[in-house]
């Protein structure tokens, strides 16, 4: 394991938010079932309580007990997910698996598989294999790059390698029991 990975475990288990590159912009990470590591990124981002926050995960297996798939066209969702790992987060219908104080409100949840090798190191590595994750900008500025004043906030930044994140945002769906809305 290298020391990066390391540092970032050891903050991703004391509730502390870190900055990490996926494969698309960075991504401001911690724990899902952590409501204090939550409430850090909500305010470090300045974001809409209303607004919700996404799961990454290390794979499906890590991310299905999260949604509800049961009422879903199981080809659509085939479909989806093998695009994964990938710059494509779906919206499927919350699991009682979601902690309660997590999107609060919602009924649904976006999860995403992402395709970065450091990302996924650390998501293996994670309890459940999963992390919450928003983009690292402060809300309303751009999503290309973290602000100054979010890195002075946040304990970790790795930084991307050269060409390992496209600078695009994924691609957002919601799988439906009539269908595919791409939201994104």
Known sequence: MTLKLKKALS??????????????VYGLVSRYDSKVAIEKIYDLKNRDRKKPLILLGYNWEALKKFVRVETLRATYLRR????????????????????????????????????????????????????????????GESDL?????LLKRVKLFIKAKKNEMSLKPSRIVEITKTGIKILR
């Not at 903050?11 to 698309?24: A, K, M, R």
């Not at 790059?145 to 004043?149: R, V």
């Open 11 to 24: 903050l991703i288990f004391q509730d502390e938010p870190i900055i990490v590159p996926t494969d698309t």
């Open 80 to 139: 989806l997910t093998k695009q994964w790992p990938g710059p494509l987060t779906i919206v499927l219908p919350a699991s009682k698996k979601i902690p309660k104080f997590l999107n609060k409100g919602f009924t649904t949840v976006g999860i995403r598989v992402p395709n970065n090798k450091f990302l996924l190191n650390l998501l293996k590595q994670c309890p459940d294999q999963v992390l919450i994750s928003t983009s690292a900008n402060l809300s």
């Open 145 to 149: 790059h973290p602000q100054k004043a």
